[in-house]
C-alpha cells in the first residue's frame, strides 16, 4: 500500500514544494528535514493552516527520490537551480546544494535557505522527492473533505495514518483534484502588492 506524508506548510514561496519546470519538487521542507523514508508511488500533501483552517496547497505522487547531490548534477532539474537574476519563479528553485571534492555539502546561491540552522537541517537527510504527478494550487487553495480533517495538523510530518482515510485521501487525490499548477504561492515576497 501506498504510503501518505502529511505536513503543516509554514511558507509557500515558490520554493517548498516546488512546483515549476514540470516537476513538483521537495528539497528543503519538513519531510526532508525528518528523514521521512517515501518511496516510488508514495505520496506527500502539503497544507495551509490559519486558525486551524486547513487548505490543501499541494499533493504529489512521488515519482523518485535522489540525493540531493544527485538532484543537482542531473540535467533534468537544471532549471531548478536558482537564478537570482531570472523570473520570480527562476530565483526560488530548490536546487542548491552540491557536495564538494572532499564530500563536504557546498550551499550555492539562492533566495530563501540561508542561515547556518536551514544548511544543518536541508543537509541531515539530503533528499529530493520528485512528483510529475501533482496538484498545486497556491493563493486557490480550499478545504479538502471534512473526511480527511484526521490527516492534517500537528507539528511535524505525519506518516502513521488510519489506512482507510489515507486509501480514500490518495484515491480522492488521483482521481478528483485536476493535475498541474492553479494558483500562485501565497508568500512569495515578488509577488506582494
Known sequence: MAKLCTYVVREDTGLAPNPYW?????????????????DEGDWI?????????????YVMRVAESLDLDAYFHCDRFVKKKPNLKGSWQE??????YSRGADGEWIRHRNRFHLTERLFRQDTKYARAFI????????????????E???????????????????????????????QGIHGLPCDNPDLAG
Open 22 to 38: 514540470n516537476y513538483c519538487t521537495l528539497a528543503v521542507c519538513t519531510p526532508n528535514h525528518q528523514g521521512i523514508r517515501l
Open 45 to 57: 500533501a502539503g497544507v495551509l493552516t490559519k486558525a486551524r483552517n486547513h487548505r490543501l496547497l
Open 91 to 96: 530565483r526560488c528553485g530548490d536546487n542548491f
Open 131 to 146: 512528483g510529475i504527478r501533482f496538484s498545486y494550487f497556491g493563493m486557490a487553495a480550499q478545504r479538502p473533505p471534512e
Open 148 to 178: 480527511f480533517a484526521s490527516l492534517f495538523g500537528g507539528r511535524g510530518s505525519r506518516v502513521n495514518h488510519n489506512p482507510v482515510t489515507q486509501s480514500a485521501f490518495i484515491e480522492w487525490a488521483d482521481r478528483i483534484l485536476p
